[in-house]
């Protein structure tokens, strides 16, 4: 645990955190998710595994043989 401050940085808000936290990197993000006590859990942004995947990259094939998925649509 640790503590941070809010801070003004132009026409927005910030946290000031100490760089002795090694979690937190120069232009990371994050994304805050309220929760109904008021606070907030705190987790990283990731990037997108699927932006980079040409089309059928991540096909799986049907586990039944005998079922085609044209029939289930």
Known sequence: ???SKVVKR???LALSLS???KKFSLNSNWI??????????VVPKLDDPY????????YVSEEW???NQSDVE
């Open 10 to 12: 132009g026409n927005s």
């Open 19 to 21: 760089e002795a936290d």
């Open 32 to 41: 805050f998710i309220p929760q109904k006590n008021g606070s907030y859990v």
């Open 65 to 67: 043989s005998d079922i």
């Open 1 to 3: 645990m640790f503590k």
């Open 51 to 58: 932006a980079s995947g040409e089309a059928g990259a991540y």
